[in-house]
């Protein structure tokens, strides 16, 4: 499973990026690439079973000492 991910990663890049190259488009080239390969990573691992984070786990992490000052002010 983890190789047709990736096989079709690749079949989206081949398809994709020659136009952003002919067109001199380098910048969106590097995001493309960036964000196709942290796409096809994640589900590479997802596919493999690895547990990922929850990035509702980060946001409660940042904004939870924001929460209990205010409700300690207000309390």
Not at 19 to 43: D, H, P
Request: glycine share 4%; net charge neutral; proline share 7%.
């Amino acid at each position: 499973m983890a190789s047709a991910i990736v096989l079709v990663g690749g079949i989206i890049a081949s398809i994709e990026a020659p136009a952003l190259v002919r067109n001199k488009m380098t910048r969106e080239l590097w995001i493309f690439a960036v964000v196709l390969a942290i796409a096809v990573a994640i589900s590479v691992l997802h596919a493999l079973r690895i547990p990922l984070p929850n990035p509702l786990d980060w946001i409660t992490a940042v904004y939870k000492p924001v929460s209990d000052f205010i409700f300690g002010t207000v309390e």
